[in-house]
């Protein structure tokens, strides 16, 4: 079949479902093989399929898009002087800005599936010995050089000392009683490997300075300063990491309490600064996996293959999205919790991932800042109304956040500036933003039968208390009886349903599909006089 009849299979009334598929397959194919032969109206047609109802309500739709933004791809890759590169361009700029769902997403993944691989280089490991040093609290102050006049804090799972220099914080970080002495191990690791070239960063972001003690980074801690309750569940035998940081290590861009609160500035500044960063070390092959932990359903963890992890490209319900940005690991001192930095090398569809994980997380520490004026506004009121905040956003300054954190992401990741207009409506994204994040209306968990039997008795009334529960209460809940609904939330969704604002996941989806377009165009067309690579 030729690609002209073909394309009248894309376009024609009278071709079901399963036709059009076919077609497009095929359509596809050829795009690979002899992208020459994929003609204006060809590509008009694979286009217009977006935009066809009659597909788009079908269950299977996705996979008909993902073929034909396939073949716009090939298109776009193989013809890149060609007019018809050009209107596949044109075709992928309109799919992004005029579709959702399915078809947006599928426009998106196509276009991070571009030849482009990104190259990391892993850093120097520490070379392995035998024995882990121990040391005790005073002698570690001594080898920092750290007056033990400073008051101790203890913050997470972290001792943390002033320095005598007021500009810098000890910091000891214990290892936690499940965990391996290789994720810390591994923080110092990255630690030393960024320290040696914080020159490479054109914007500020304070690298802490890891203290070796007796020749090591790991090493055992013999005795505890504090009797806090919190101490307890570290690591049996001790172990732990100690760096030098900045005094705002600390200091998160979603501070509780106007007191404490970064200024409007302050926070764009923030979030912007640490966008760049995350983009700019992702294109490095440098992966922060966690920039705040994020959650489908945390209950499930334990039976499921995702471990609860929430994969956002499938859109689904954000489990306690404010809890879970509590403490991000970046703020205004750069990136942090270095041991969740990973090197990669391999093709750049594969991060794409990891980029929407890191700009979605961006983009919800940025809610958080406006709930954190009044933290304690949670739930629901009185007469059982859902919390409603909205009052506490400034949309004019959210939809700033939107732009800069997407530009400034963009250009450390491509290297220059993004030129081009939004494939998404802005101001409409932070009034969806503000309307499901500054109202409570998903506050329900439930414990299903099947978790509830994973759990020791101890460990399902642990699981009550932690959540609310009455002591009494809680130990008068017989285990898996039945389905238990919890309130935990906020949550943006229901209960196993889809995420309450779909916009929020296909903006992350088109701002890292572009990011790999940009460093695609920059690195494979820039030098080559294509026709429009300087169109975004």
């Not at 100690?242 to 509780?256: C, E, T």
């Not at 490209?313 to 990136?335: K, T, V």
Request: aromatic share 10%; hydrophobic share 35%; glycine share 10%.
């Amino acid at each position: 079949m030729d690609s002209v009849r073909t394309t009248a299979v894309l376009t024609g009334r009278e071709y079901d479902f399963s036709a059009k598929y076919l077609a497009v397959s095929h359509l596809r194919g050829l795009a690979e093989r002899q992208p020459q032969e994929i003609g204006p109206e060809t590509i008009d047609g694979l286009e217009s399929l977006f935009y066809n109802r009659s597909v788009k309500e079908q269950t299977q739709a996705y996979f008909l898009f993902k073929e034909a933004a396939g073949a716009l791809s090939s298109v776009l890759a193989r013809l890149p002087h060609d007019d018809r590169g050009r209107k596949a361009h044109d075709a992928f700029m309109n799919l992004l800005c005029g579709t959702t769902g399915q078809g947006n997403r599928a426009a998106a993944e196509a276009l991070s599936a571009l030849p482009l691989t990104i190259k990391g280089t892993a850093p120097e490991q520490e070379t392995e010995r035998e024995t882990t040093p121990v040391i005790g609290w005073q002698e570690l102050l001594k080898t920092a050089r750290i007056s033990s006049d400073g008051k101790l804090r203890l913050m997470g799972r972290s001792l943390v000392i002033q320095s005598a220099k007021r500009s810098e914080l000890l910091v000891v970080k214990l290892g936690r009683e499940s965990d391996h002495p290789e994720s810390l191990q591994r923080e110092t690791t990255w630690l030393r490997h960024l320290e040696q070239n914080t020159d490479a960063f054109p914007v500020r972001f304070h690298i802490p300075k890891p203290l070796p003690v007796k020749g090591r980074f790991l090493f055992r801690l013999q005795d505890m300063p504090t009797s806090d309750l919190r101490v307890r569940k570290r690591h049996p035998k001790g172990y732990g990491i100690a760096f030098l940081a900045h005094s705002d290590y600390f200091r998160y861009p979603n501070q509780r309490g106007t007191e404490k609160q970064l200024g409007s500035r302050e926070f764009l500044e923030t979030l912007c600064r640490n966008a760049f960063l995350f983009g700019m070390l992702t294109g490095l092959g440098i992966i922060h996996g966690a920039p705040v932990p994020l959650f489908h359903n945390r209950v499930q963890g334990p039976r499921r293959n995702d471990h609860g992890a929430y994969l956002w490209e499938r859109g689904g319900r954000l489990d306690q999205w404010l809890w879970s940005c509590r403490y991000p690991n970046f703020g205004c001192s750069g990136i942090r919790d270095f041991e969740h930095f990973e090197v990669y090398n391999g093709p750049a569809k594969k991060a794409y991932s990891s980029m929407g994980a890191q700009l979605l997380s961006l983009f919800l520490v940025a809610g958080s800042y406006f709930r954190m004026k009044e933290s304690a506004r949670v739930g629901f009121e009185a007469d059982g109304r859902p919390v409603d905040v909205r009052a506490l956003f400034d949309k004019s300054l959210l939809s700033e956040v939107i732009q800069g954190v997407f530009r400034h992401y963009y250009r450390g990741f491509v290297g220059k500036s993004f030129t081009g207009i939004l494939p998404f409506d802005v101001s409409h994204l932070a009034e969806r933003m503000i309307n499901e994040m500054g109202v409570d209306r998903h506050m329900d968990e439930t414990l299903r039968v099947a978790d509830q039997q994973e759990m020791t008795e101890s460990a399902f009334v642990d699981f009550l208390l932690e959540r609310g529960v009455s002591m009494s209460k809680a130990k008068g809940m017989r285990k898996g009886e039945g389905d238990i609904t919890l309130q935990t939330g906020p949550h943006l969704g229901g209960f196993n349903q889809p995420i309450s604002i779909p916009e929020l996941i296909e903006a992350v989806g088109t701002m890292a599909a572009l990011s790999i377009y940009g460093k695609y165009r920059r690195e494979n067309l820039e030098m080559k006089g294509s026709a429009y690579v300087n169109s975004i």
